[in-house]
C-alpha cells in the first residue's frame, strides 16, 4: 500500500508540472504571436537601421548601413542618409553630431528696418567759389616781386608787384598831353583816364600822374582779395602779357570736404545727410557736416562719385588736401520694413545666391536649398527682396558645410543645382565593405545608369579648392574692387578680402580656372598680390585713399 502511494503521488507531480509547463507556454508564446512571429515594431526599427546609410566626410566612396569608423582614414562615419529623406530630393538631411561638427547654426528671419553706416575716404579742397586770380592788366616785365612765397596770407590791396610797361608809359604820356587840350577838347582827358582805368590804375593813382606831371616806368600791381597764395605762377624778371596769371589765391575760411563714393554705396546717400569725419592729423577732434552735393556723373576709372560738404575753417585747421575719413549713417526710419539676413549665410555662385532653410518638424536637422534675390548690401548683412519670409529658419553659420553635405548626397546643391540621382547604399566591394541589405542591392541595381553622375559629384567636390594670399589695399573701397575682380573669374564661386589682414580667401573651381589667371585679375583691377604686380597706370588711376604703395 506504501508503494502504490508513492507512485500515484509521482504521477500527480508529474501531471501538474506538464500542465504548469504547458499554462507558461500559452501565457508566452500566446503574447508574441508564436516563437517565429516578430513584433511589428522591432521590424519597423530593423527597417529603419538597414535604410540608414552611414559614410565618411573625407571619402565619399565609403558606404556602410551602421555607424563606426572609415576604413580608410579612421574618422568617424556620419549619417549619409536617414530613412525618409528620399522623400523629399532637395532635403538634405544631417545628424545631430555632424551639425556640431561643422558648426552649423540657424537663425529665425526677420523684417526690420534696414540702415547702413557707409565709410567714406576723401580730402579737404578749397571752397571753389573763393578762388581768385590775381592777373597782369597791362603787358610788362616784373620788376619787384613782394609776395613770392606760396602759402604766404595776402590781405585785399595788399602791394603784389611792379611791373615796367612800354605800353603803359606811352599811356601816361598821352594822359598829359590830353590835359594841356582839356580847355579845347573837354573829351579828350576823360578818354585818356578811361584808358588807364581799363589797365585796373584807380583814380588817385591817375590824379597823381596828373598832378605830379611825371611819367611813372613802373606800374604796381594789388591785391583784389584776401586769402592764402596757393600757386605763384611768375618769377622776378618774367615778362608777362595783358590777362596773364600772376597768382592764385584761395580763402580758406570756408573749404569743402570732397570724398569718394563707391557706386554700390550710392543708394544711401543723398544730399541733407549728416556725415562725422575725422583727419589723423587731427586726432581727437570730430567734425559734422551735411551733404550739400553729390555728383550725378561717376568717374570711369575709379567707379566713384564725388560727395561735398561745405565747412566754416576760421581757424584754418583744415588745410587743403588734407585726408579726412567720413561715416554717414542712413536713418532707418525713412526706410521701410525689409527681410535681412546675415552675409554669412548667403552662397554665392555666379549671379546666383543660395541659402539653406531649415525644414521644421522634423526628427533630424533637415535643410533644403533655396535660391534668393538679394538687395541693398549692408555693412554685416543682406536685404532680401525675394526668396524668403518672415519667421522662417535660415542656416547662418556653417552653410558651406550643409552644401557639401547635399553634394555628398546627390541633392541640390550650390554647385549642383540639379538632382544627381545618388543612390545611398552603393557597395564597394574593394573597400570591404558590409553589404547594406538586399534592398540596398536591388537599389544599386536600378541605379547603375546614374553611376556616371554620381562620379561627377564627387570629382566636382575634388574640383573645387580653397585658397588664400595677400593682397595690397587700404579700406571699403580697396575691398569692394578686390572682391568684384576675384568673383568676376570664370570658376569662382566665393571672395572674401580680410582688410585687416590684407588676405583674400577664395573658392574655386581648378576645372574652370587657375591660382595664376585670379592673381592677374586681381592685378589688372589695380592692387598688388604675392605673385603679380598691379601696372603702374592702373594704380595711379585708383583714388589716393586706396593707394597703398609707399605706406
Known amino acids: 500500500m506504501k508503494a502504490l502511494h508513492l507512485i500515484r503521488n509521482k504521477y500527480i507531480k508529474s501531471s501538474l508540472l506538464v500542465f504548469a509547463g504547458l499554462l507558461l507556454g500559452w501565457l508566452i508564446f ?30 565619399p566612396q565609403i558606404r556602410m548601413n551602421k555607424p563606426g569608423r572609415c576604413p580608410i582614414c579612421g574618422m568617424d562615419l556620419i549619417v549619409l542618409r536617414e530613412p525618409g529623406a528620399e522623400s523629399d530630393d532637395q532635403a538634405v538631411v544631417m545628424s545631430e553630431s555632424a551639425v556640431k561638427l561643422a558648426e552649423v547654426q540657424t537663425s529665425i528671419v526677420t523684417a526690420g528696418k534696414s540702415s547702413k553706416e557707409v565709410l567714406l575716404y576723401g580730402k579737404i579742397k578749397p571752397d571753389e567759389r573763393l578762388l581768385q586770380s590775381e592777373t597782369a592788366h597791362v603787358p610788362g616785365r616784373i620788376e619787384k616781386l613782394f609776395v613770392n612765397v606760396t602759402g604766404e596770407t595776402v590781405r585785399k590791396g595788399q602791394l603784389l608787384a611792379q611791373v615796367y610797361s612800354p605800353e603803359l608809359v606811352t599811356a601816361q604820356k598821352e594822359l598829359l598831353e590830353a590835359v594841356t587840350l582839356g580847355d579845347k577838347y573837354p573829351d579828350v582827358p576823360e578818354a585818356a583816364r578811361e584808358k588807364l582805368r581799363n589797365w585796373k590804375l584807380s583814380d588817385q593813382q591817375i590824379s597823381d600822374i596828373e598832378a605830379s606831371g611825371k611819367v611813372s616806368a613802373s606800374f604796381s600791381i594789388y591785391a583784389n582779395t584776401s586769402g592764402v597764395i596757393i600757386n605763384r605762377r611768375v618769377d622776378q624778371g618774367d615778362y608777362v602779357s595783358r590777362g ?3 597768382f592764385d589765391v584761395a580763402d580758406l575760411s570756408h573749404v569743402w570736404a570732397v570724398f569718394e563714393a563707391y557706386e554700390s554705396d550710392l543708394p544711401w546717400i543723398a544730399v541733407g545727410q549728416k556725415i562725422s569725419f575725422t583727419s589723423r592729423a587731427i586726432p581727437g577732434k570730430n567734425y559734422v557736416g551735411r551733404i550739400s552735393f553729390v555728383d550725378p556723373v561717376i568717374d570711369p576709372v575709379t567707379r566713384t562719385a564725388s560727395v561735398r560738404v561745405e565747412l566754416a575753417n576760421p581757424s584754418l585747421r583744415l588745410k587743403p588736401e588734407l585726408f579726412v575719413n567720413g561715416t554717414v549713417m542712413t536713418d532707418p ?5 525689409q527681410l535681412i539676413i546675415p552675409h554669412s549665410s548667403v552662397l554665392w555662385t555666379g549671379t546666383r545666391s543660395i541659402v539653406y532653410v531649415k525644414i521644421p ?9 533655396r535660391e534668393i534675390t538679394l538687395g541693398a548690401s549692408l555693412k554685416d548683412s543682406y536685404v532680401v527682396q525675394e526668396g524668403l519670409k518672415d519667421g522662417e529658419e535660415i542656416v547662418t553659420n556653417g552653410a558651406f558645410s550643409v552644401d557639401a553635405a547635399a553634394q555628398l548626397a546627390g541633392k541640390h546643391s550650390m554647385m549642383n543645382p540639379e538632382e544627381t540621382g545618388v543612390a545611398a ?3 564597394h566591394a574593394d573597400m570591404n565593405v558590409e553589404s547594406s541589405s538586399k534592398s540596398d542591392q536591388v537599389r544599386h541595381s536600378t541605379t547603375e545608369m546614374k553611376v556616371m553622375d554620381r562620379s561627377a559629384v564627387r570629382n566636382m567636390n575634388a574640383n573645387i579648392e580653397r585658397i588664400e594670399f595677400s593682397v595690397a589695399g587700404n579700406c571699403e573701397m580697396c575691398k569692394d574692387r578686390i572682391e568684384s575682380a576675384a568673383r568676376s573669374v570664370t570658376g569662382v564661386s566665393d571672395a572674401e578680402w580680410d582688410i585687416e589682414k590684407r588676405q583674400i580667401h577664395i573658392s574655386f573651381d581648378k576645372k574652370k580656372t587657375d591660382v595664376a589667371a585670379i592673381h592677374k585679375t586681381i592685378a589688372a583691377a589695380g592692387h598688388d598680390t604675392d605673385k603679380e604686380t598691379a601696372p603702374q597706370k592702373v594704380y595711379d588711376s ?8 609707399n605706406r
Open 425 to 427: 547604399g552603393h557597395n
Open 542 to 549: 585708383l583714388p589716393e585713399c586706396c593707394q597703398y604703395r
Open 30 to 59: 500566446s503574447r508574441s504571436g508564436g516563437p517565429a512571429e516578430k513584433r511589428p515594431q522591432e521590424v519597423t526599427r530593423e527597417r529603419q537601421e538597414e535604410l540608414t546609410i552611414w559614410t565618411c566626410a573625407m571619402h
Open 244 to 246: 596773364d596769371v600772376l
Open 361 to 369: 518638424g522634423t526628427e533630424h536637422p533637415t535643410f533644403r536649398m
Open 333 to 337: 526710419e525713412k526706410n521701410s520694413r
